[in-house]
């Protein structure tokens, strides 16, 4: 079976002692593909570093993520702009960038007026966007509907966690989007199974972990990493009453699709 891990955090010091076993065992367990979204500005060498050293399978994007925000986040904002600017490393989507009022409900219009400028990234550089949102559904919405007809490569709603009615609107709204499903899907109380069911064709969805985050069952709690995926790939097949084949195929191509790679 072969997957694609479109939302990983394998650069992080949760995999300092041990980074080069996951990465082997990621490879084994079926990853044709690490899709590496960055944080803030400390993160960007690791990220680097990490796709240095598996140019194959490793691929970096460039954003700030919305609870990272320093308190001018403007000039941080130009540096990675430059980056995409420049062209001299091959970035495969702006991300993560978004919005989260659960942790951070403080600086809520600073985080639209960020998400918003890095929403132009994605326009001006042809790149899909990788989106974060929590407990802010209204104003990703809001945000994101003005660029919709200039974001030619699309997205994905990382992690989607949202109801029936929010998935539908999300999928029918913006075409090009895909929703990214990890561990969550495998809990035990998760109402993810019956909103994908209802509402999500396996051709609009995308394999992530999050990692080191949300693990699947039976790993639920403990450290996350790309070799799980296979897990996350079985419950969809059960959800989808389809092969485990099936499933890691339509979401690889999916991923290979939205992404370019
Ligand atoms: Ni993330």
């Keep these: 079976m072969m997957f694609i891990d479109t939302h990983t955090h394998i650069y992080t010091e949760e995999f300092d002692a041990d980074r080069a076993d996951v990465v082997e065992r990621a490879r084994r367990a079926g990853a044709v593909a ?16 990490l796709c240095d050293a ?18 001018d ?8 702009e430059a980056m995409l600017a420049e062209g001299t490393r091959k970035f495969v989507a702006v991300g993560e960038v978004g919005l989260d009022f659960y ?4 600086r809520r219009d600073e985080q639209i007026a960020v998400f918003d400028r890095q929403i132009t990234w994605a ?16 104003d990703l919405v809001d945000t994101l509907l003005p660029h919709r007809d200039r974001l030619a490569r699309g ?87 389809t092969t485990i084949e099936a499933v890691g195929e339509i979401t690889t191509q999916n991923a290979r699709r939205l992404f370019a790679i």
């Design 34 to 49: 690490l899709l590496l979204p960055n944080i803030d500005e400390a993160s960007i060498e690791p990220m680097m570093a």
């Design 54 to 71: 598996h140019p194959d399978l490793c691929h970096p994007m460039m954003g700030l993520h919305p609870t990272e925000l320093p308190p």
């Design 73 to 80: 986040p403007s000039p941080l904002l130009d540096r990675m």
């Design 103 to 106: 942790w951070d409900a403080g």
């Design 123 to 138: 326009e001006r550089y042809g790149l899909p966007l990788v989106i974060h949102s929590r407990s802010a559904h209204r």
């Design 155 to 241: 997205g994905v709603f990382h992690c989607f966690g949202g109801t029936a009615e929010e998935a539908k609107e999300l999928l029918d709204t913006f075409p090009g989007f895909y929703l990214g499903i990890g561990g969550v899907v495998t809990f035990k109380r998760s109402s993810l199974p019956e909103v994908l069911a209802t509402e999500v064709p396996l051709e609009r969805l995308l394999t992530e972990t999050d990692a080191p985050y949300l693990a699947p069952v039976p790993y639920r709690g403990k450290r996350n990493e790309p070799a799980y995926v296979p897990m996350v790939v079985a419950r969809l097949a059960e959800i989808y009453h």
